[in-house]
C-alpha cells in the first residue's frame, strides 16, 4: 500500500512502551493545537486537542503537553499497540484563523 | 454518523485532462476545507467554505484549480488540464462549532 511518510523521522518502540511524539509549532499567536494519526492510505484521524489556555489534556491512553515558552507540543501514547503504529501530526491554529498548519510529522513504529 | 467520504478513492489521469474530486462532509457541518498532500509531508490549505460560500482560496495553487459547494452540503474541487505537480492526496475536511476539522480518506491523483 501507499506510504504516508517516506522520509519522515522515525520513533520505534517496543509494545507495551510509552511513545513521547514531539512537535515544534511556528507561530506564537496560535490558539489551538490538535494532534493527528495518519495511518497509511487513510485521512488524518483527530486523537487529541488542546488550547493554548492549557498546559495539559489527557484522554484515553494519550496526553497532550503545551509548552508556549518554547512552542513545544508534545503527544504521550502510554502502553504503545501495534495498532498505534502510523504517522503523527501536530497542527496548529493561530488566534482567529480557521486553517490547519500541519508540522512535518512523525512516523512511529511498534515493536511486538 | 457518517463521517466524511470522498471519491473517488483513487484516480489515475493523463496530463492535460479534467478531473473532478467528490466531497460529502458530515451531516450540519457548516464549515468545510480542501487541502492537498504531498508524499511524506503534511496536508496544506487549499480553499474553505463556509455553507455556499468559499470564504477562502488562498492555497489554490493556481487558475486550473477550482471548487465549489452550491448548495452548502456537497463539494467538488476541480483541476482542469491537469499537470504531473498535481500528483498528490487531495484531503476533504468538514467542520461543526468546534474548531475540531475531521477528515475524510482523501482522493489520492495520480497524473501521468
Known amino acids: 500500500g501507499e506510504s504516508v511518510g517516506l522520509h519522515l523521522p522515525t520513533l520505534s518502540v517496543q509494545e507495551g512502551d510509552n511513545s513521547i511524539i514531539n512537535c515544534a509549532y511556528s507561530?506564537?499567536?496560535?490558539?489551538?493545537f490538535i494532534w493527528y494519526k495518519q495511518e497509511s492510505g487513510k485521512g488524518p484521524q483527530f486523537i487529541i486537542d488542546i488550547r493554548s489556555n492549557m498546559d495539559k489534556r489527557q484522554g484515553q491512553r494519550v496526553t497532550v503537553l503545551l509548552n508556549k515558552t518554547v512552542k513545544h507540543l508534545s503527544l504521550q501514547i502510554a502502553a504503545t499497540q501495534p495498532g498505534d503504529s502510523a504517522v503523527y501530526f501536530c497542527a496548529e491554529i493561530p488566534w482567529s484563523s480557521y486553517k490547519l498548519i500541519f508540522g512535518s510529522g512523525t512516523r512511529l513504529l511498534v515493536r511486538p | 454518523g457518517a463521517g466524511v467520504s470522498q471519491s473517488p478513492r483513487y484516480k489515475v489521469a493523463k496530463r492535460g485532462q479534467d478531473v473532478a474530486l467528490r466531497c460529502d462532509p458530515i451531516s450540519g457541518h457548516v464549515s468545510l476545507f480542501w487541502y492537498q498532500q504531498a508524499l511524506g509531508q503534511g496536508p496544506e490549505f487549499l480553499t474553505y467554505?463556509?455553507?455556499?460560500?468559499?470564504?477562502?482560496k488562498s492555497g489554490l495553487p493556481s487558475d486550473r484549480f477550482f471548487a465549489e459547494r452550491p448548495e452548502g452540503s456537497v463539494s467538488t474541487l476541480k483541476i482542469q488540464r491537469t499537470q504531473q505537480e498535481d500528483s498528490a492526496v487531495y484531503l476533504c475536511?468538514?467542520?461543526?462549532?468546534?474548531?475540531?476539522?475531521?477528515f475524510g480518506p482523501g482522493t489520492r491523483l495520480l497524473v501521468l
Open positions: 507561530n506564537s499567536a496560535s490558539d489551538y
Open positions: 475536511a468538514s467542520r461543526g462549532l468546534r474548531e475540531t476539522q475531521y
Open positions: 467554505f463556509q455553507n455556499e460560500a468559499q470564504l477562502d
